[in-house]
């Protein structure tokens, strides 16, 4: 009861205006509207005047948005009259009003429509003979056409929801009317500009702008679409809004200067969606044009700016380039055919067609004070289209659909609630309001233009848009050319589109370039389409648009830093100048060492090679072999065998030839020793003992060797670490044995030791006649050794950080190797098979010598040191070689014989 009172107290004070302001009769009351009588009225709302200034209510006449929408509506009744097919025997008359393009005017006009449901109480009222008044009953309006504003729509719309009075719009396309909980008895034919908004949202995404600016002009229209537009941004994240802008409604002077001079300090959001009527639209290109900036911006405007000539009228060049959207519409010819006959004297029923005669034709039907010559006087012989521009206006299609759409729900009313009843059944003398919502809510039909009318459950119909880009050709001609549709989805020509000049790529409009490949996007605090890029350093490689992350460790980044890429894996190769050389000393040492072996095995039997101690000889050679086959052990490609190998040889050559050579120094340091104190041979210095010696101290490497292959056993890794430098295209992994530099140095501590220990008897048995013995060429072999080592160390465990450690690693080790073979090679059997092979006179039997005879020789030191020089070579270093061999038979032939102290 509260909410209708406040309404009713309303209209009736509203009706008391309207009876006190027609005292003279009925054709002053209808004076600014339109009057067709008929069983069911319709009311309609057009702006045929523009809004009026200086405090008038209406302003001059609007030909296409007011009279040829205002005669659509005339010309589709009259078609629903003449149709046998929909409310046959029912006419349909009109009630329209100008709503004069001002929302508060139209509001107090739509009061109108509601009058024949207000219960007027004229008791009170007489006439000058006292009788009561005879009030002109009003026209009951079943439903209404209109209103074009949004805003005119929205005002009328919650007084005729309070009567239930249906109401179709033609034009207005504001989102919040789709709220049916407060416009529940608004509907439409044209879609929300909610979906027109997702269509241009659709058609920056689709061009590639993510950064924009919005301008709307001040009202419901504009605002409430700039609104929409930031609210689907924000929902589908590509586009960011850099400034929103309002034209006011007044503007003053130099304020869309100051407009263009506010969208140019964000210079990279090139895009401009606009929501403004055509005179701001046109005013706004003109103010582009004097800032210099003609192809600066790139204009996307709603179907306010559609394919209108009047806003780009002489901006044509800033508005090359424009997309603007418009419901998707076809010319209807028989609207064209009707309009074009329309004339003074068989159109008198459009109490505004005679101003529209006027501006149309630029002319005057009668003239009031003094005749302007500029002027002339109209015939009333003019014609529309032939004495006239003529353009069918964009929004005939829906005015004539909206009529047909409450014709429909009418006649389908009818068929339910008159079933056979020809003309009007009791049941339709008063309709219900809510009633008639439910069939025009439930109407299907195709409409003039052919295309589906329909309404969703808020009223709207289904969003349909033609997609238009304002070109000028090459041949200087200029318009808007269709590039693509929107329904539901956006099916954009580009091809089709043309933004001016030579270049036919889409112009940009965004905040930051898109990142290189390997670039992340750091994104500006509050602004997700604008950021910063870094690139993905080192071993990051880009997981997303904004996310760097690390590469798995067998893993790089690829050349363009979007995946992560397996490590080359390498190895040393044979061709390498890290291999060659090592494997070049190795070949050399190998073929010296086969020829030793093989001239001594050829002259097994002479003094030189008896007297050596072939025993020992042949061991110490085989380990000098060893030591420099392992070079070819230490390149190879790895594998468990090789591995295996490894393990067991690197330590083995070195072993053996250091345990024959500490077993030789050994006997010599204790016969001299021995021979201090007495004439008797020392114990274990026949060649069995020494081999026993030999290989006892052999197999200790062995035993290690074998422990280290059950505690852990030979297999390969790839190792990624030792290459890992810090440009990952230079990575590499490592393909080698799992040997550690410590196991390494643990496999050749053995020999090493055994090296040491060699050494320490060389320097004991230093004093020993060169004469008698092979101490001081073992001892100058030891000291070469053990610097060669001494040098190895640092190169080794130095190199460890080095991404060359594989190459450094292992040529060091390999050419230590050889250089510690090779010096025992040269030093100890270089100078006999020099004899041997070049003075065989010298490799000849002496006479045999005691062990006493010998002893008391070594201890006559200065006078043998003196005679040595004075020996042959071949006699230096036999005798006490000779003496050793206590344990052969008495026929054997030596240089010298032991045979008195065999035991």
Request: glycine share 6%.
């Given at each position: 009861?509260?909410?209708?009172?406040?309404?009713?107290?309303?209209?009736?004070?509203?009706?008391?205006?309207?009876?006190?302001?027609?005292?003279?009769?009925?054709?002053?009351?209808?004076?600014?509207?339109?009057?067709?009588?008929?069983?069911?009225?319709?009311?309609?709302?057009?702006?045929?005047?523009?809004?009026?200034?200086?405090?008038?209510?209406?302003?001059?006449?609007?030909?296409?948005?007011?009279?040829?929408?205002?005669?659509?509506?005339?010309?589709?009744?009259?078609?629903?009259?003449?149709?046998?097919?929909?409310?046959?025997?029912?006419?349909?008359?009109?009630?329209?009003?100008?709503?004069?393009?001002?929302?508060?005017?139209?509001?107090?006009?739509?009061?109108?429509?509601?009058?024949?449901?207000?219960?007027?109480?004229?008791?009170?009222?007489?006439?000058?003979?006292?009788?009561?008044?005879?009030?002109?009953?009003?026209?009951?309006?079943?439903?209404?056409?209109?209103?074009?504003?949004?805003?005119?729509?929205?005002?009328?719309?919650?007084?005729?929801?309070?009567?239930?009075?249906?109401?179709?719009?033609?034009?207005?396309?504001?989102?919040?009317?789709?709220?049916?909980?407060?416009?529940?008895?608004?509907?439409?034919?044209?879609?929300?500009?909610?979906?027109?908004?997702?269509?241009?949202?659709?058609?920056?995404?689709?061009?590639?702008?993510?950064?924009?600016?919005?301008?709307?002009?001040?009202?419901?229209?504009?605002?409430?679409?700039?609104?929409?537009f930031m609210h689907i941004s924000r929902e589908t994240g590509n586009v960011c809004i850099a400034q929103s802008l309002k034209i006011p409604r007044e503007p003053r002077q130099g304020e869309f200067d100051k407009i263009i001079k506010r969208l140019?300090?964000?210079?990279?959001?090139?895009?401009?969606?606009?929501?403004?009527?055509?005179?701001?639209?046109?005013?706004?290109?003109?103010?582009?044009?004097?800032?210099?900036?003609?192809?600066?911006?790139?204009?996307?405007?709603?179907?306010?700016?559609?394919?209108?000539?009047?806003?780009?009228?002489?901006?044509?060049?800033?508005?090359?380039?424009?997309?603007?959207?418009?419901?998707?519409?076809?010319?209807?010819?028989?609207?064209?055919?009707?309009?074009?006959?329309?004339?003074?004297?068989?159109?008198?029923?459009?109490?505004?067609?005679?101003?529209?005669?006027?501006?149309?034709?630029?002319?005057?039907?009668?003239?009031?004070?003094?005749?302007?010559?500029?002027?002339?006087?109209?015939?009333?012989?003019?014609?529309?289209?032939?004495?006239?521009?003529?353009?069918?206006?964009?929004?005939?299609?829906?005015?004539?659909?909206?009529?047909?759409?409450?014709?429909?729900?009418?006649?389908?009313?009818?068929?339910?609630?008159?079933?056979?009843?020809?003309?009007?059944?009791?049941?339709?003398?008063?309709?219900?309001?809510?009633?008639?919502?439910?069939?025009?809510?439930?109407?299907?039909?195709?409409?003039?233009?052919?295309?589906?009318?329909?309404?969703?459950?808020?009223?709207?119909?289904?969003?349909?848009?033609?997609?238009?880009?304002?070109?000028?050709?090459?041949?200087?001609?200029?318009?808007?050319?269709?590039?693509?549709?929107?329904?539901?989805?956006?099916?954009?020509?580009?091809?089709?589109?043309?933004?001016?000049?030579?270049?036919?790529?889409?112009?940009?409009?965004?905040?930051?370039?898109?990142?290189?490949?390997?670039?992340?996007?750091?994104?500006?605090?509050?602004?997700?389409?604008?950021?910063?890029?870094?690139?993905?350093?080192?071993?990051?490689?880009?997981?997303?648009?904004?996310?760097?992350?690390?590469?798995?460790?067998?893993?790089?980044?690829?050349?363009?830093?979007?995946?992560?890429?397996?490590?080359?894996?390498?190895?040393?190769?044979?061709?390498?100048?890290?291999?060659?050389?090592?494997?070049?000393?190795?070949?050399?040492?190998?073929?010296?060492?086969?020829?030793?072996?093989?001239?001594?095995?050829?002259?097994?039997?002479?003094?030189?090679?008896?007297?050596?101690?072939?025993?020992?000889?042949?061991?110490?050679?085989?380990?000098?072999?060893?030591?420099?086959?392992?070079?070819?052990?230490?390149?190879?490609?790895?594998?468990?065998?090789?591995?295996?190998?490894?393990?067991?040889?690197?330590?083995?050559?070195?072993?053996?030839?250091?345990?024959?050579?500490?077993?030789?120094?050994?006997?010599?340091?204790?016969?001299?020793?021995?021979?201090?104190?007495?004439?008797?041979?020392?114990?274990?210095?026949?060649?069995?003992?020494?081999?026993?010696?030999?290989?006892?101290?052999?197999?200790?490497?062995?035993?290690?060797?074998?422990?280290?292959?059950?505690?852990?056993?030979?297999?390969?890794?790839?190792?990624?670490?030792?290459?890992?430098?810090?440009?990952?295209?230079?990575?590499?992994?490592?393909?080698?044995?799992?040997?550690?530099?410590?196991?390494?140095?643990?496999?050749?501590?053995?020999?090493?030791?055994?090296?040491?220990?060699?050494?320490?008897?060389?320097?004991?048995?230093?004093?020993?006649?060169?004469?008698?013995?092979?101490?001081?060429?073992?001892?100058?072999?030891?000291?070469?050794?053990?610097?060669?080592?001494?040098?190895?160390?640092?190169?080794?465990?130095?190199?460890?950080?080095?991404?060359?450690?594989?190459?450094?690693?292992?040529?060091?080790?390999?050419?230590?190797?050889?250089?510690?073979?090779?010096?025992?090679?040269?030093?100890?059997?270089?100078?006999?098979?020099?004899?041997?092979?070049?003075?065989?006179?010298?490799?000849?039997?002496?006479?045999?010598?005691?062990?006493?005879?010998?002893?008391?020789?070594?201890?006559?030191?200065?006078?043998?040191?003196?005679?040595?020089?004075?020996?042959?070579?071949?006699?230096?270093?036999?005798?006490?070689?000779?003496?050793?061999?206590?344990?052969?038979?008495?026929?054997?032939?030596?240089?010298?014989?032991?045979?008195?102290?065999?035991?």
């Open positions: 009861m509260k909410r209708a009172a406040c309404p009713r107290w309303l209209l009736a004070a509203r009706c008391c205006w309207l009876l006190a302001a027609v005292p003279t009769g009925h054709g002053q009351e209808h004076a600014h509207s339109i009057r067709l009588e008929g069983e069911l009225i319709l009311g309609g709302l057009f702006p045929v005047h523009s809004r009026g200034s200086a405090g008038a209510a209406c302003g001059e006449i609007k030909k296409e948005k007011g009279i040829h929408r205002m005669e659509a509506m005339l010309h589709a009744v009259d078609q629903l009259n003449r149709d046998p097919d929909i409310l046959a025997n029912i006419t349909l008359g009109v009630r329209i009003l100008d709503t004069c393009s001002r929302d508060t005017y139209a509001l107090e006009q739509s009061l109108t429509f509601v009058q024949a449901l207000i219960e007027k109480d004229a008791t009170d009222v007489r006439c000058a003979s006292g009788e009561p008044p005879i009030i002109a009953k009003p026209d009951k309006i079943v439903g209404v056409i209109g209103a074009s504003a949004s805003s005119v729509s929205i005002m009328v719309a919650n007084i005729l929801r309070l009567f239930k009075i249906p109401q179709i719009s033609y034009a207005s396309t504001a989102p919040e009317l789709s709220d049916n909980s407060r416009y529940d008895f608004f509907s439409r034919v044209v879609p929300p500009d909610s979906y027109q908004v997702q269509a241009m949202v659709d058609i920056v995404t689709a061009l590639g702008w993510n950064y924009v600016s919005t301008l709307a002009s001040e009202g419901n229209y504009g605002e409430s679409g700039v609104e929409a140019l300090e964000t210079p990279n959001a090139r895009g401009i969606i606009i929501f403004a009527n055509e005179d701001d639209i046109s005013r706004l290109l003109e103010a582009t044009r004097r800032s210099n900036q003609t192809k600066h911006f790139l204009w996307v405007g709603s179907d306010s700016w559609g394919s209108k000539v009047a806003p780009v009228h002489l901006h044509e060049e800033v508005a090359e380039g424009a997309v603007t959207i418009l419901p998707k519409r076809a010319s209807i010819e028989g609207f064209d055919r009707y309009f074009r006959s329309r004339t003074l004297e068989n159109n008198r029923r459009n109490v505004w067609f005679a101003e529209f005669w006027e501006e149309n034709f630029n002319c005057k039907l009668s003239w009031h004070g003094k005749r302007n010559s500029k002027i002339k006087k109209c015939t009333g012989l003019e014609r529309i289209g032939r004495d006239s521009s003529y353009e069918q206006e964009g929004k005939v299609q829906f005015v004539i659909d909206a009529v047909y759409s409450m014709a429909h729900a009418l006649h389908n009313m009818h068929k339910e609630l008159c079933p056979g009843y020809v003309g009007l059944c009791p049941s339709m003398n008063s309709i219900d309001g809510r009633e008639l919502l439910q069939f025009i809510r439930a109407i299907n039909f195709n409409g003039s233009a052919g295309t589906p009318v329909m309404f969703n459950i808020n009223g709207d119909a289904p969003g349909r848009y033609d997609i238009y880009q304002y070109q000028i050709t090459n041949t200087s001609s200029h318009g808007y050319r269709v590039i693509g549709q929107w329904t539901d989805n956006l099916h954009l020509n580009v091809k089709d589109m043309h933004w001016g000049g030579v270049d036919p790529t889409i112009p940009q409009s965004v905040c930051s370039l898109p990142c290189k490949a390997g670039e992340r996007k750091k994104t500006v605090k509050g602004v997700p389409c604008c950021w910063h890029c870094e690139r993905c350093e080192g071993y990051h490689y880009l997981a997303d648009e904004s996310t760097c992350q690390m590469c798995p460790f067998n893993r790089k980044p690829n050349t363009n830093g979007t995946d992560c890429q397996l490590i080359p894996i390498i190895k040393l190769e044979w061709h390498s100048p890290w291999a060659i050389v090592p494997v070049f000393i190795a070949m050399l040492g190998i073929i010296a060492t086969t020829f030793v072996i093989t001239t001594f095995i050829r002259y097994n039997e002479t003094p030189i090679v008896r007297a050596s101690g072939r025993e020992l000889s042949y061991v110490l050679l085989t380990g000098i072999f060893l030591c420099y086959a392992v070079t070819f052990l230490m390149i190879a490609t790895p594998d468990i065998i090789l591995c295996s190998f490894r393990r067991i040889f690197l330590g083995l050559g070195m072993c053996i030839s250091y345990a024959a050579l500490l077993t030789k120094t050994n006997r010599i340091h204790r016969i001299f020793e021995q021979g201090k104190a007495s004439v008797s041979a020392p114990k274990f210095i026949s060649p069995a003992s020494q081999l026993v010696i030999t290989f006892s101290l052999i197999s200790l490497q062995l035993l290690g060797v074998f422990i280290w292959f059950a505690v852990d056993p030979p297999h390969t890794i790839v190792d990624y670490g030792e290459q890992r430098t810090v440009d990952p295209e230079k990575a590499r992994g490592v393909l080698k044995c799992d040997i550690s530099d410590l196991s390494l140095i643990c496999s050749l501590g053995y020999s090493i030791l055994l090296m040491v220990t060699c050494t320490v008897y060389a320097i004991k048995t230093r004093g020993v006649p060169e004469t008698f013995n092979e101490a001081k060429p073992i001892g100058f072999t030891m000291y070469t050794t053990c610097i060669i080592w001494l040098a190895f160390i640092p190169i080794f465990f130095g190199t460890a950080q080095s991404a060359e450690k594989m190459y450094i690693q292992t040529t060091t080790l390999t050419i230590s190797m050889s250089l510690s073979a090779s010096v025992s090679l040269g030093m100890l059997y270089m100078p006999k098979v020099y004899i041997i092979i070049l003075h065989p006179e010298q490799n000849m039997q002496k006479r045999k010598r005691s062990f006493k005879a010998v002893v008391t020789a070594a201890t006559m030191t200065t006078k043998l040191s003196q005679k040595a020089s004075e020996r042959p070579n071949g006699e230096v270093k036999t005798e006490l070689c000779e003496s050793l061999e206590t344990n052969t038979s008495s026929t054997k032939t030596t240089y010298i014989s032991y045979s008195n102290h065999a035991n």
